[in-house]
Each structure stands twice: as structure tokens, then as C-alpha cells.
């Protein structure tokens, strides 16, 4: 559905995405993993529209979307989330799902100044969108508040609805768990799930692997900017080539250490028992 060939981009220097190849699977949550600095937002980036690659090709379909600019990326049904919140905060919940949907909207400066029936029918079907986007993603009691007065999760929800409004067949998170609680993150894993159910094809971005492993139908690991491994959860898992990124190098006993920490404490939330006390 969406496939990249020896996908890169140069920055400077810097080749933060090398010879990427491979495809993500419609109907199929994909995550993306690897250590700090991988290159993983940046594939993101490369695969929404934000850059523009220095060398391959990305498809969408029939369609060759290289170098596409987002707007006409997102039309194609390619939407995303960012790794930093990024949100209305003083708009209301609604307000920022109805941006998400004007992107998709055809009605032109004209039709909103004379307020034609295009513009009409198109604002109606906005706040359609806008609010069943918000039914999505369990916020639509919150729809009149003010974005920036939700918890941490809620806003994240907030971004994936902006994302979703859009309508897409595909949509990119990029760490949707990060800086929430284990117990948010695992009500976080069923709202994804429950989108992935619907139809639309996930692909994540995620440093707790506990949220990774229980979603994952297929992984791909990227580190120093290229692919090292993709597969099923088990496989990638036990892959050599994946231990050493994560585990290898002088900080090997720290990282590991702290990977485990993470690990029992998310598992321990998952299988509801709440999260261990201090
Ligand atoms: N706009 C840019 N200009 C210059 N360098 C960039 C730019 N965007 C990304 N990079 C570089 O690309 C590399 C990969 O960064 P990226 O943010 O994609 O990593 P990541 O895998 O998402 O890491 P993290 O897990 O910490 O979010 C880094 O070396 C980063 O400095
Ligand atoms: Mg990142």
C-alpha cells in the first residue's frame, strides 16, 4: 500500500535515512523502533511530506508520492501525529479536530467570504468529521473544553483526532505513549487497537516496547538511519543485529537496566494489576 525504495535524506553531513526499502501492509499495525537518533521521525517525515527525499521513491498505491508536498500527501489519505504534542492548546477539543478536517476541504477563500452553499454543506460535514473523530478516540464529553486543560493522554488523543479527521487509510503515530503513565498507555494500546480494528492501517513509532509488542503484527528496526531487521514481534526480538543496537556499546548494563525497569512496569499495568509504587 505504501512503499519506499532506497528512501534517504541527507542533512548536510548528516545521512539520517539511508537506502530504506520495503512496504507497510495495508489492514496491518506496523512499528517502527530503534534507539535514540535512529531516524525514525525522520522516515516519518520523509514518508508524510515534512522532507523531501534525497534519493528513492515513495508509492502510495498506484501513485508515486515523492516529494509531494503534505498537503496533497495528507488528500491521499497519509496522516500523521508528532512526536511533541502539537495542539491548539487554547482552542477547544472540537476546534482542533475541525482543523484537522479543513485541510481536506475544497472550499476556497470566495466560498467562505460569501459564505456559498458549498462552504455550508462543507462546514457541516466538517463538524461530522471533527466529531465522530472525537467518538474515535473517547473524547467527545471533552469536545468544549479547552485542549490545553486535558491530561497529557487526552491530549494525545486530541492530536491522533486532528490526525483522523482527515480521513486517512493510513496513519503515522510517532510515539503516541511517550510521557503518559502505564496505566494511560495501556487505555492508549485499546484506542489504537480499536482504530487498527476499524479498518485503518497503523503504523507506530514507540520506545516502550510492552505497547510495541502487544500491537505489533510486524516490525522494523532502523538504527543510524537504516533498516537492521523487520519481522514478526519474536523474530525481531531475538535478532542478533537488534540486541547489539539496543544493547550493545560502553552503556550496555545502564541501558539494559533501565529497559527492564520500563518492561515491568508496563507489563505489570497491562495485566491490570496498576503500576508498582515507588
Ligand atoms: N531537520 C534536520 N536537520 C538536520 N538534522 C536532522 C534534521 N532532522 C533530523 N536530523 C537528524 O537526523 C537524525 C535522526 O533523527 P530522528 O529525529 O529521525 O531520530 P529518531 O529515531 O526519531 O530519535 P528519537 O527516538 O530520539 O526520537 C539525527 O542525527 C538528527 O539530528
Ligand atoms: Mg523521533
Known amino acids: 500500500m505504501l512503499a519506499f525504495e532506497d528512501l534517504g535524506i541527507r542533512f548536510g553531513g548528516n545521512q539520517a535515512v539511508q537506502g530504506v526499502t520495503g512496504r507497510i501492509e495495508p489492514g496491518v499495525i506496523t512499528a517502527i523502533i530503534g534507539p535514540n537518533g535512529a531516524g525514525k521521525s525522520t522516515f516519518f517525515n520523509l514518508l508524510s511530506g515534512f522532507y523531501k527525499p534525497t534519493s528513492g521513491r515513495i508509492r502510495f498505491g498506484e501513485q508515486d508520492i515523492t516529494g509531494w508536498p503534505t498537503h496533497r500527501v495528507v488528500a491521499q489519505g497519509v496522516a500523521r501525529t508528532f512526536q511533541t504534542t502539537t495542539i491548539y492548546k487554547e482552542l477547544s477539543v472540537l476546534e482542533n479536530a475541525l482543523l484537522g478536517h479543513r485541510v481536506r476541504t475544497r472550499a476556497g477563500l470566495w466560498d467562505a467570504l460569501l459564505g456559498s452553499g458549498r462552504e455550508r454543506r462543507e462546514s457541516r460535514a466538517s463538524l461530522e468529521a471533527a466529531h465522530a473523530a472525537l467518538a474515535r478516540v473517547g473524547l467527545e464529553g471533552q469536545a468544549h473544553l479547552p485542549a490545553g486543560s486535558l491530561t ?16 486517512p487509510k493510513v496513519l503515522l503515530l510517532d510515539e503516541p505513549a511517550a510521557g503518559i503513565n502505564p496505566e494511560e498507555t495501556v487505555n492508549l494500546t485499546r484506542t489504537i487497537r480499536e482504530l487498527a480494528a476499524s479498518g485503518l492501517t497503523v503504523v507506530l513509532i514507540e520506545h516502550k516496547m510492552s505497547m510495541v509488542m ?6 522494523m528496526v532502523l538504527h543510524h538511519g537504516q533498516k537492521i531487521a523487520e519481522g514478526s514481534p519474536a523474530e525481531v526480538s531475538r ?7 539496543y544493547l550493545g556499546g560502553h552503556a550496555a548494563p545502564h541501558i539494559r537496566d533501565e529497559l527492564r525497569a520500563d518492561l515491568v512496569q508496563d507489563a505489570a499495568a497491562l495485566q491490570g494489576r ?3 509504587h515507588e
Not at 502487544?214 to 516490525?219: E, Q, V
Not at 535478532?239 to 543496537?245: F, S
Open 274 to 276: 496498576g503500576a508498582p
Open 214 to 219: 502487544t500491537l505489533a503484527d510486524h516490525i
Open 152 to 167: 497529557q493522554e487526552a491530549q494525545k488523543r486530541v492530536s491522533i483526532a486532528l490526525a483522523l479527521a482527515t480521513g
Open 239 to 245: 535478532d542478533p543485529a537488534v540486541i547489539e543496537a
